[in-house]
């Protein structure tokens, strides 16, 4: 019989884990799995469970909860030598890596998506020795944002906020960035340095339009050092989709970005406060297997 292990945080969406809980459990026992379900208490056990549902061979291990609890799931997947398929059943506000991958925010219609789902391979980013799945941010209206709590961030997603902070920021904060990627290399003043790995960043499914899953890049946009007014366009173009096309912006696609900066600079890393630069970002091609609504090809 195959083996499922479902990941739940009882304390996502609410407490909602728990209203789902049979749900899953009753259509993964449906599908003829063995499942062993395992419920989070502290910080980094999805990780500790993922670890052994790939040490012991799992068919496949479905994360139930935010996406801290997915970030901690794949976080336990990168890397091993077996890797059970990953299931998703979104309770966080945001979910962008759901949303990238066209499983339902409705909790009961993911779950009924994983009768049907077929496996895909997906990118993860990794910022030095951790793991992201959405987006990485630098620059003082980024690191403005830590003192924003976390039912604000949970309301208004890592993008929305750091928007926000456009909104508040009374002087410029430009920093000398000395960015390489894959042998090019940019130098200049900036506002705000952005890394996107899917099309989906707080909510937004603008920001970086042509981004897929699997495509085996990070998104880049160099918001340059501008006047305070200049931004107005610049965040509007952002909301529009077309943030590549401003003049005001530098917009490149790379597997691998190295950035310095004379500044001490703290990475916002999926909304959360991350490490000093410098940093080396890279892309881990195609390296999760994902169960996916079947409308999402695969490619």
């Keep these: 019989m195959k083996k499922a292990m479902l990941i739940l945080n009882p304390s996502s969406g609410k407490e909602e884990a728990l209203d789902h809980k049979e749900s899953v459990l009753t259509v993964l026992k449906e599908m003829d799995y063995e499942v062993t379900l395992k419920e989070t208490e502290k910080e980094d056990d999805a990780t500790r469970f993922a670890e052994q549902a790939c040490q012991e061979q799992y068919d496949t291990v479905v994360s139930m909860g935010g996406d801290g609890t997915l970030n901690e799931t794949i976080t336990g997947l990168v890397g091993q030598d077996y890797q059970p ?3 998703i059943v979104p309770l966080g506000t945001v979910n962008d890596f759901a949303r990238a991958l066209n499983i339902s925010m409705d909790p009961e219609e993911a779950i009924q998506q994983l009768k049907t789902a077929e496996t895909k391979r997906v990118d993860i980013g990794r910022i030095n020795d951790k793991y992201f799945m959405n987006i990485i941010a630098l620059g003082g209206i980024a690191e403005a944002t830590f003192g924003v709590s976390v039912e604000q961030k949970t309301k208004l997603g890592p993008l929305a906020y750091m928007i926000e902070g456009f909104k508040t920021i009374k002087e410029k904060e430009p920093f000398a960035a000395d960015i390489t990627y894959d042998g090019v290399k940019w ?8 890394m996107a790995l899917t ?26 050092d501008v006047p305070l007014f200049k931004l107005i366009s610049i965040m509007t173009a952002l909301l529009k989709g077309e943030l590549e096309e401003d003049e005001n912006v530098e917009y490149f696609k790379a597997k691998e970005v190295h950035v310095n900066s004379d500044t001490d600079l703290i990475s916002n890393v999926d909304g959360d406060e991350g490490a000093h630069v410098p940093l080396t970002v890279e892309v881990l091609s195609r390296h999760i297997p994902i169960l996916c609504p079947v409308e999402t090809e695969n490619e």
Excluded: M, R, W
Aim: glycine share 14%.
């Design 187 to 194: 130098e200049g003043n900036a506002l705000l340095f952005l």
């Design 85 to 87: 398929s990953l299931g």
């Design 199 to 224: 099309n989906s960043v707080g909510g937004f499914e603008k920001l970086a339009p042509d981004a897929e899953v699997n495509d085996g890049h990070l998104h880049c946009f160099v918001i340059k």
